[in-house]
């Protein structure tokens, strides 16, 4: 298996644009976490899916923010308006199930908002 | 959020020394993990505990599970050059990771 996809690996973009997150988790894991890393703030956790049901966004900073998890194989974070205090890494994890802990991460996407 | 306590922050060594790191918490978890990450890739799952008091090993890695569920630590033995990099402890109940602060590790040749 490749693994969770994340794209795109890299993002630059101006302060009020939309931004779109992209992952895949790998096949057959039927959990999906978004997480948030920054210098000040370590990985937060921003919400989770299990099943594609959001469980759990309590970590999600503000209204801008929204995720979504149309299927089994792919979610996407959406920003917008973005900020510059957006500017993160952010990382897709999924774990076999709800119940299982081991999360293996994506490569995370690095966004930028000038 | 919740985030766990790692000491210490940052470490520098000399390849072949020995390392240990631990992670502690205010709260019981069930499950404690150990990740590692290097620069510009997500964290990689190292080595996972799930019972009080389980010591594990992998390779030159050992990490052990708290007897108290609050606390957990990670030992690196005979490091090498590759060992470089944040080494962050996660913490699980119900349905969340909650990861530490992060040990950043540097080890010299």
């Known amino acids: 298996d490749a693994g969770v996809i994340q794209s795109p690996r890299h993002e630059v973009t101006e302060m009020g644009q939309e931004v779109t997150l992209r992952c895949k988790p790998i096949?057959?894991?039927?959990?999906l976490f978004w997480y948030r890393q920054t210098m000040m703030r370590g990985l937060e956790l921003l919400i989770y899916?299990?099943?594609?049901?959001?469980?759990?966004d309590s970590g999600m900073p503000e209204d801008r923010f929204s995720a979504k998890m149309p299927n089994a194989s792919f979610s996407t974070l959406k920003i917008q308006p973005s900020e510059p205090r957006d500017s993160a890494v952010y990382f897709c994890?999924?774990?076999?199930?709800?119940?299982?802990?081991?999360?293996?991460f994506g490569q995370g996407t690095r966004l930028t908002v000038v | 959020g919740q985030q766990l306590n790692q000491s210490p922050q940052s470490m520098f060594i000399q390849e072949g020394e020995d390392v240990s790191m631990n992670c502690t918490s205010s709260s019981i978890f069930n499950t404690w993990l150990w990740y590692k990450q290097d620069p510009g890739e997500g964290p990689v799952l190292l080595i996972a505990?799930?019972?009080?008091?389980e010591l594990t090993s992998n390779g030159r890695l050992t990490a052990q599970f708290g007897i108290t569920r609050k606390d957990s630590f990670l030992n690196i033995s005979a490091s090498i050059p590759s060992d470089v990099g944040i080494y962050f402890c996660a913490g699980h109940n119900t349905d969340k990771l909650i990861f530490g602060t992060g040990t950043r590790l540097q080890v010299f040749p």
């Open positions: 505990l799930y019972k009080a008091g």
């Open positions: 994890a999924s774990s076999l199930n709800r119940g299982n802990t081991e999360a293996f």
């Open positions: 096949s057959g894991h039927n959990s």
């Open positions: 899916f299990n099943n594609n049901v959001p469980i759990d």
